[in-house]
């Protein structure tokens, strides 16, 4: 694998469930992200990690919960949410944080019943 | 507050016209801005990136100018071609703090 991967691809969930997005970077980079895009919309920065530290979180509810064990990794946990989360959930990393190049993952459509 | 803005959400371009797209800006102090591309089922990749302290940047078929004073930031395309019909986001940061993205321009080009 190279690049940025995230699993699962598509996930359909109810506002009961909990369930987890997972993001793997293969470019050894020190900074990972996750955005949320809804329709329409530009994309939202959710959480900053910088050598598996949070440097950023960007005022998100508390049923987003972020978890980076690695470099490599970042998991975003999901729990009780709302119809109004569905949106495409995306997850990039880049050498440094910052606002310099990043490289994202294809995303994870998420659609909350 | 939206900084970044893309007033057009759509374009569309006959292959091997020039394409431009447009993005406005609020904050004057952003310095470093980029363009990603994104097609469906994929996440952006990145395009193309300019300093503030330049006023254009061209890389093959693509080049984008800045112009501070107006706050806007273009990306232009020549020739256009079908394999570049995709969404274009333009991206601004400010000390090399976080990234702040407009809604993006579906861009269409036609054989």
């Known amino acids: 694998e190279t690049g940025v991967t995230q699993t699962p691809r598509h996930l359909v969930m109810g506002m009961t469930n909990k369930k987890s997005l997972k993001c793997e970077q293969h470019?050894?980079?020190?900074?990972m992200y996750w955005y949320k895009q809804s329709a329409k919309k530009p994309l939202e920065l959710m959480f900053v990690y910088s050598l598996e530290e949070r440097v950023e979180n960007n005022s998100v509810p508390s049923r987003f919960s972020p978890e980076c064990p690695n470099s490599s990794h970042l998991f975003l946990h999901l729990h009780t949410l709302q119809p109004e989360d569905s949106a495409l959930y995306l997850c990039?990393?880049?050498?440094?944080?910052?606002?310099?190049?990043?490289?994202f993952g294809p995303g994870t459509r998420l659609t909350v019943l | 507050d939206q900084q970044v803005k893309q007033n057009s959400p759509s374009l569309s371009v006959q292959e091997g016209r020039i394409s431009i797209l447009n993005c406005d800006y609020t904050n004057s102090m952003f310095d470093y801005f980029l363009w990603y591309k994104k097609y469906p089922a994929e996440g952006p990749t990145f395009l193309i990136s300019?300093?503030?302290?330049?006023d254009k940047n061209e890389d093959g078929r693509f080049t984008v100018f800045l112009n501070k004073s107006a706050k806007h930031l273009s990306l232009h395309i020549v020739p256009s071609q079908p394999g570049d019909s995709a969404v274009y986001f333009c991206?601004?940061?400010?000390?090399?703090?976080?990234?702040?993205f407009g809604a993006g321009t579906r861009l269409t080009v036609k054989p």
């Open positions: 990039a990393s880049s050498q440094d944080s910052g606002g310099r190049e990043q490289f």
């Open positions: 991206a601004a940061s400010f000390n090399n703090n976080d990234m702040r």
């Open positions: 300019i300093s503030s302290i330049k």
């Open positions: 470019l050894g980079h020190n900074a």
